[in-house]
């Protein structure tokens, strides 16, 4: 039983264009939703967080749309670079010590 | 910024053979978790700890033995490993529980079970 999905295992956009990443998830007590970002050879590092009690959270080019309703979120990265090639999980958590992870999306910038 | 450490980087061995996978991190988080990460499954939570001496069981245990030895060190030991372990292991640490906090992850160690 998968309680965190990630849409896509993979994504491809040019350079300049705002990426999508969605998510979805199952369980109405989840309140935490981070996005971690991996590059190969390293561990994930968090890119940007949301609370359930908000609907949108913003960090420089990169933004979290939420919706509680619909229990789905999606990370917009805004002028992608080629940097931003890497792969994003999105995770969730409902008030213990764990977090559950979506299986990745595997972002690709095209200069 | 916190540093977590994972030895060995990369490990080979046989199936039936004895494993251990050390994490260290130099900034007296309290909690310590040790992930397992395959292609389509995220990351998955073996063990986890929230202090010296304390252990609490994942998502997928078995197979897994973990034990903290000090607020720096977290090992996984696998005493009978199988090729269903070949897998990625991410070891990380926070000061908060993953559900208020952010986690430091170790650059991982790469294990093969032939």
């Known amino acids: 039983q998968q309680q965190v999905r990630q849409s896509s295992q993979s994504l491809t956009v040019w350079e300049g264009e705002t990426a999508i990443l969605n998510c979805s998830y199952e369980?109405?007590?989840?309140?935490?939703f981070p996005w971690y970002q991996q590059f190969p050879g390293e561990g994930p590092a968090l890119l940007i967080a949301?609370?359930?009690v908000s609907d949108k959270k913003e960090d420089g080019r990169f933004t979290i749309f939420f919706n509680k309703r619909e229990k789905n979120l999606s990370l917009h990265i805004k002028d992608s670079q080629p940097g931003d090639s890497a792969t994003y999980f999105c995770?969730?958590?409902?008030?213990?010590?764990?977090?559950?992870w979506g299986s990745g999306t595997k972002l690709i910038i095209k200069p | 910024e916190a540093a977590v450490t994972q030895s060995p980087r990369n490990k080979v061995t046989v199936t039936g053979g004895n494993v251990t996978l050390s994490c260290r991190q130099t900034?007296?988080?309290?909690?310590m978790y040790w992930y397992r990460q395959d292609t389509g499954h995220g990351l998955r939570l073996i063990h986890y700890?929230?202090?010296?001496?304390?252990?609490q069981i994942g998502d997928v245990p078995d197979g897994y033995k973990a034990t903290r030895t000090t607020q720096e060190d977290f090992f996984l030991l696998l005493e009978l490993a199988s090729p269903s372990q070949t897998s990625l292991y991410f070891c990380?640490?926070?000061?908060?529980?993953?559900?208020?906090?952010?986690?430091?992850f170790g650059e991982g160690s790469k294990l093969t079970v032939l």
């Open positions: 995770a969730a958590s409902g008030g213990n010590y764990q977090l559950i």
């Open positions: 369980n109405s007590a989840f309140d935490y």
């Open positions: 949301i609370r359930s």
């Open positions: 900034n007296s988080h309290n909690y």
């Open positions: 700890s929230y202090g010296a001496g304390n252990l």
């Open positions: 990380a640490s926070s000061e908060r529980g993953a559900n208020t906090g952010q986690l430091y």
